[in-house]
């Protein structure tokens, strides 16, 4: 696992443990050399991101119990992969992001400029 740190230096915090994210299922936007995706944004999802993201392919609303997934709502937060996050971004759906709980690899694929337009605090 590659070291967890945040955006912005310093330790990278939870992103959601209700529902259970990460590549992990740690509840943190960790991340390893294995993770294709880059699963390194903790975004706190809005209805609109998450169509956005379904019409391209990726849809996390639906639930697919089979592999333990209980499918996103809006208000929920979860490590989103970091291109997927900027494509949204780039169409003007990027929804808010806990930079405290980015993981520093997103800055691989996104600049933190945008990810900064978009920070909010974590939700209790």
Known sequence: MRPS????GTPLMSCS???VTGWFRDGCCNTDERDRGSHTVCAHLTREFLE???AMGNDLITPSPEYGFPGLVEGDQW????????Q???AGKG??????STHIAALEIVPLEELM???????A
């Open 52 to 54: 956005f993201i379904r």
């Open 117 to 123: 337009e978009h920070a909010v605090a974590a939700h």
């Open 17 to 19: 443990h209700d529902p």
């Open 95 to 100: 929804c808010p992001v806990v930079l405290e």
């Open 5 to 8: 740190i945040n955006v912005l």
């Open 88 to 90: 949204a971004h780039k």
């Open 79 to 86: 490590c989103v992969c970091a291109a997927s996050w900027r």
